[in-house]
């Protein structure tokens, strides 16, 4: 969807000619890019001076990557200097880096440094250090964050670290607070040689660490805690916060007589309470209040009092509600919509209402339920975004936005965004602002969302739900039987139409999709790179989504829950007496998929109401029980 207001800046400037970059022009960069790839100095230098491409540095950055030579010392450091702090940097330094490395230049090593995650090159820049006389306190007092981890270090560390210990700087704290990590982290390999830094008679603890580690419900076996000291306490505590989301009834006998066995502090007993109190309400376990009041109010943050009050929901404590929420300060519009739903059922109507009133004109799942409770229409609250062309010209013509723009082109998405990253981290928020208004003339969907999200410039509806791939959405969603106000939320959620999203999970594309489960809905075999194509994507979203809405029973709302947390899943949840939809939904044990459901419900309708539809999709939510 084009911006108007790049329309209009365009028609009365033509700033955005080179918008339509000539696919030649493209051609150019990537022979020439090509050539850099060869190795051929020459050649290389040759296409660099009859090049005129946003992307002439990334030229450069090809041939000195693969080239890192002290030959070309002057050329690489005249690089690194011009494109310091921007994308470009980093891979010709690294590259550069791991060259001097090999050839032993300790003294250019150091020159050419940079502070960097990778421990490979901080050790050896540490040691480097050492080796051309540097101050040994100086360089020994860094190495704690590098060996104080929950895993193994490269080899390049070794004689560091050596040094390191031998001079005294290693401490038994030190290698406990490692052993924690380690085994917290299930690094047995690491375990095993950090037992051996212990004292003899503490060599005993790492072995504990591991077994609590790898079943939980070792903890319960008291007999292992057999010296009771504060080590024991900690392996102890560790066990049973993880012993309480598996067997709850073995966790809380195990608590109870580990009490017995240890001077537990204060802030101990506090970690376990809270754990306890999230562990057994997310499972609807009968000693849930309990837990839940005992966590102290300065540890009751916005996940354990999202329980409190679903905890109070499903016991319908209206009474507890209102307690514990008319009190506070600055509620949540969720904590307001439910004190409100708790006077409505106590009577107190006129309350009910000034409160639902007050989040009838908000833009989300709470303010849409509570504009259909009053009869109200949905109103989007959209502000145009006003840029003036002059800023427009500015960030058009910055290099970095020219570089992330002839990125975007050849859908080289990675590194486009990391330009655009670079771009935007280091702009002011108006010029957030016209670089997002850019990319959204651009189709450069999630770009824009993730900016304006950032910057936390919400009312810009337009631009934050752009009616993205609106035709291959009105087809297959037509062709699904399913609302395409519905699919395109779903897409918005789950991606922000990055079309080369893909999650931790390995789902892929716009509306994130699992090879399995597109194999499933296409009865053949999806490659990944088609996935990433949003034809087929949504095509087969799209299918899914009619798939899941059969299979139960036309709900949508529990489809929705399906396609994020997976049908059988939501199954289990379904309680066994009806209860009412938007109860249903508050209720979900996983706050991804809780939160996921009312996200795809709000944006359904900001899509509704910008197609020019009138009503409220959520109104169904009222009416609807779920279960029985």
């Known amino acids: 969807m084009k911006s108007w207001i790049l329309n209009v800046a365009a028609t009365s400037l033509g700033l955005f000619s080179w918008f ?40 450069e950055l090809a041939f000195y990557k693969r080239n890192s ?42 020159e050419y440094y940079q502070p960097t995650k990778d421990a490979e090159l901080h050790c050896s820049y540490l040691k480097y250090q050492l ?22 270090q490269p080899r390049a560390c070794n004689s560091l670290f050596k040094q390191w210990q031998n001079a005294g700087y290693r401490t038994d704290d030190m290698v406990w607070q490692r052993i924690t990590k380690a085994a917290q982290g299930g690094q047995t390999s690491l375990l095993r040689y950090l037992k051996t830094l212990l004292p003899k008679e503490q060599a005993y603890l790492a072995d504990l660490y591991a077994t609590v580690r790898r079943d939980p419900s070792a903890a319960a076996g008291l007999y292992r805690f057999k010296k009771r000291s504060i080590k024991e306490a900690e392996i102890a505590i560790y066990g049973v916060r993880r012993l309480i ?22 802030s101990q007993k506090d970690s376990v309470a809270y754990r306890f109190a999230l562990a057994l309400a997310s499972k609807g376990h009968p000693q849930a209040r309990f837990w839940l009041n005992k966590v102290p109010s300065e540890n009751q943050d916005s996940k354990l009092k999202q329980w409190m009050m679903g905890n109070m929901l499903k016991e319908q404590d209206w009474a507890g509600i209102t307690a514990l929420f008319t009190p506070m300060k600055n509620l949540s519009n969720g904590q307001t919509y439910w004190l409100a739903y708790s006077h409505a059922h106590r009577g107190n109507e006129s309350k009910a209402k000034q409160l639902w009133q007050s989040l009838a004109v908000k833009r989300d799942y709470y303010g849409f339920l509570a504009a259909e409770r009053l009869g109200l229409p949905i109103s989007l609250n959209a502000k145009p975004l006003d840029v003036s062309p002059e800023l427009l010209t500015k960030v058009s013509e910055a290099p970095g936005f020219k570089r992330a723009k002839a ?37 450069w969907y999630d770009s824009t969302i993730y900016t304006l999200a950032e910057i936390k410039a919400w009312d810009y509806v337009d631009l934050r739900f752009p009616l993205a791939y609106q035709d291959l959405f009105n087809r297959y969603s037509e062709k699904s039987h399913i609302d395409v106000a519905w699919s395109i939320a779903v897409a918005r959620r789950e991606s922000s139409f990055a079309p080369d999203a893909r999650s931790h999970a390995n789902a892929y594309g716009l509306m994130q999709l699992l090879p399995s489960t597109a194999r499933y809905v296409s009865k053949q075999r999806v490659s990944k790179t088609k996935l990433f194509q949003p034809v087929t994507n949504i095509r087969l979203g799209t299918d899914y989504l009619e798939y899941l809405k059969k299979k139960n029973g036309g709900n949508e709302i529990l489809a929705t829950a399906s396609y994020n947390a997976g049908y059988h899943r939501i ?17 979900i044990p996983y706050k991804e998929t809780r939160d996921y459901v009312k996200n795809v419900f709000a944006y359904r309708q900001v899509y509704h109401t910008k197609m020019g539809r009138d009503g409220n999709v959520l109104a169904p939510i009222l009416d609807m029980k779920i279960g029985g």
């Open 69 to 110: 030579k002290l030959k070309y010392q002057a050329e690489i450091a005249h690089f690194l200097s011009v494109y310091d702090g921007t994308p470009l940097e980093w891979p010709v330094r690294s590259s550069w880096l791991k060259y001097l490395k090999r050839r032993s230049k300790k003294a250019l090593f150091v």
């Open 20 to 59: 339509s970059c000539a696919d030649d022009t493209h051609k150019a960069f990537k022979a020439a890019e090509r050539i850099a790839w060869s190795g051929q100095h020459k050649a290389f230098k040759r296409s660099l001076q009859t090049l005129n491409h946003p992307l002439k540095p990334y030229v």
């Open 571 to 587: 199954k289990k949840w379904l309680p066994d007496e009806a209860m009412p939809a938007e109860l249903w939904i508050e209720l």
């Open 407 to 443: 990125l975007y082109e050849m859908k080289r998405y990675t590194e486009a965004r990391r330009e655009w990253n670079y771009l935007t981290n280091t702009s002011s928020i108006p010029e957030k602002l016209a670089a997002s208004t850019l990319a959204a003339d651009l189709d």
């Open 131 to 152: 080796d051309l006389g540097a101050p040994k306190k100086a360089i020994l007092n860094q190495v704690e964050p590098l060996w104080v981890v929950g895993k193994s």
């Open 245 to 266: 989301w598996r067997d709850q009834k073995l966790a809380l006998k195990a608590w109870d007589k580990l009490q017995k066995m240890f001077p537990f502090t204060q």
